[in-house]
């Protein structure tokens, strides 16, 4: 430095600009740098997952409602407490307790929602009461919606509210990356995995999915990749990126690999119940009492309110196995302590907005069904669309029709390209030219495919479609 003063201290963390490179969002910034800005046609959004802009994708009004009405009613103003049950259980006699409302003079019942007579408790509980109760209240509610699809009951203590789905992918790594340890992730994959494994450093390996038989996972490929130090395996269904929806059957397979190989099971189930083939939705939960489920989910895709940003974290895990305490805790009878680690993880985390919290019991008790029903059908419209149009348009071939989710892998064939050597110059000259957004298949793991979102207003999509047809005219080698 000048004048012989000292050299700077601080240097930026560079490994960070490395993770970020590899996610979808990185990759969108560098397309979005392509854009050709003279071309007044409407930008095609076809590389993301937020259909939220599009009018046939709008929220159900019980949504905005119930947040409305959570912000008006100046009850959630305040900061929210990481879990509270464990201070709320020193005010009741259980964790079905009845907790002092500090604003008023009445009480609440959490499992009965009615009010009740005043009860005196400890003035330094009575500060603390009211936080306590809403986080008894909201985790309650997510556990009875999950509850709806399982054989046994999770409880409040079960559950663990996040800033959307991408905090609970945060914490979950964070608490499974001690020295050492490696995890297991599907290719093709949600690559904010990968990104926040490398940022723990928490070695990744990788097994493969089956195009042809529906993306299912490669559990022999799964056996070969773990040893000791494995920690858990994360499945996406329904699939992320590959619209797959994995049946009952296939599910239970993985629960027993990932039992005789000894370690979890991260479900990711962010895209649950949006499906639109002959596979149901099965969460892996289902499958707990065989192998402790970590279940990562979220309203932001159902609901269409991405930006709302309200997840979950649960342990599906009836038999205890995650708990820090118990008799099942371990197979050789040793403590996990892993939901210690999410509540330690989580005192050192932001918290989901707390007014987005308090709409939450109102958006899943009283969404009617239609709702959900409108959503999936245009989806399933869409998934049409996109399967059709795919056939004519020779340079991509698409191995399994979607299910679920919101997108579609299809392979790209480079031999009927002229001048265009890979998946990601594929994509950065189709938005020069047609202002069509796709992502590359090295996004997610699969070099020279294509990940195709379909969840946009159907007219929009068609006209996408076209483009990208138009654009391979153009490239197409000649004969």
Avoid at 62 to 74: L, N, T
Avoid at 270 to 297: E, K, R
Avoid at 312 to 331: M, N, Y
Wanted: hydrophobic share 40%.
């Amino acid at each position: 430095m000048e004048n012989g003063s000292k050299k700077w201290g601080f240097q930026a963390n560079k490994s960070l600009s490395t993770s970020s490179a590899i996610t979808v969002r990185g990759v969108l910034n560098l397309l979005l740098d392509k854009l050709n800005k003279e071309d007044r046609r409407q930008v095609i959004p076809l590389a993301h997952g937020d259909p939220s802009a599009f009018p046939c994708f709008r929220t159900t009004p019980v949504a905005d409602e119930a947040v409305a009405d959570a912000v008006r009613s100046a009850k959630y103003n305040h900061y929210a407490p990481t879990v509270g049950l464990l201070p709320a259980r020193r005010v009741g006699p259980s964790k079905d307790f009845i907790v002092t409302e500090t604003r008023g003079p009445h009480i609440w019942d959490p499992l009965t929602r009615l009010e009740t007579f005043k009860i005196v408790v400890d003035n330094a509980c009575k500060k603390k009461a009211r936080k306590v109760f809403i986080r008894v209240f909201l985790r309650k509610s997510v556990a009875d919606y999950l509850n709806r699809d399982l054989p046994y009951k999770l409880s409040p203590d079960d559950v663990f509210l996040t800033i959307g789905c991408t905090q609970a992918i945060e914490i979950t790594l964070t608490v499974l990356a001690r020295p050492g340890a490696n995890i297991l992730l599907p290719r093709p994959g949600f690559p904010y995995y990968e990104a926040r494994a490398t940022h723990s450093h928490l070695e990744v390996r990788h097994f493969d999915l089956f195009p042809e038989k529906g993306w299912e996972v490669d559990l022999e490929a799964v056996e070969a990749l773990a040893d000791e130090n494995t920690v858990a395996m994360v499945v996406i269904n329904p699939g992320n990126p590959c619209g797959s929806v994995y049946s009952f059957q296939h599910l239970q397979k993985i629960a027993e690999t990932a039992r005789k190989l000894g370690i979890m099971v991260i479900a990711d189930e962010v895209y649950g119940h949006l499906t639109f083939g002959s596979t149901p939705f099965v969460p892996m939960g289902v499958f707990g009492s065989i192998v402790p489920v970590l279940t990562l989910g979220s309203i932001s895709k159902r609901w269409i309110v991405p930006g709302w940003r309200i997840g979950w974290l649960v342990t599906s895990d009836p038999h205890g196995i995650l708990q820090d305490s118990g008799e099942l805790a371990g197979h050789d009878g040793s403590k996990t302590f892993v939901v210690e680690s999410i509540k330690a993880c989580l005192d050192i985390s932001s918290d989901p907005a707390t007014f987005t919290q308090g709409a939450i019991p109102q958006i899943i008790e009283n969404t009617p069904k239609d709702f959900f029903s409108k959503i999936n059908n245009i989806l399933r419209e869409a998934a049409d669309i996109c399967y059709e149009k795919i056939q004519d348009i020779p340079c991509i071939t698409l191995p399994h029709k979607p299910e679920g989710s919101m997108f579609v892998m299809v392979k790209l064939n480079l031999s009927l390209l002229e001048g265009i050597d890979d998946d990601m110059e594929f994509c950065q000259k189709l938005v020069q030219e047609e202002s069509v957004m796709i992502l590359p298949g090295i996004t997610v793991g699969m070099k020279n495919y294509l990940r195709i979102t379909f969840a946009i207003e159907p007219s929009a999509l068609e006209v996408g479609l076209e483009r990208l047809k138009a654009f391979y005219e153009r490239h197409a080698k000649k004969q």
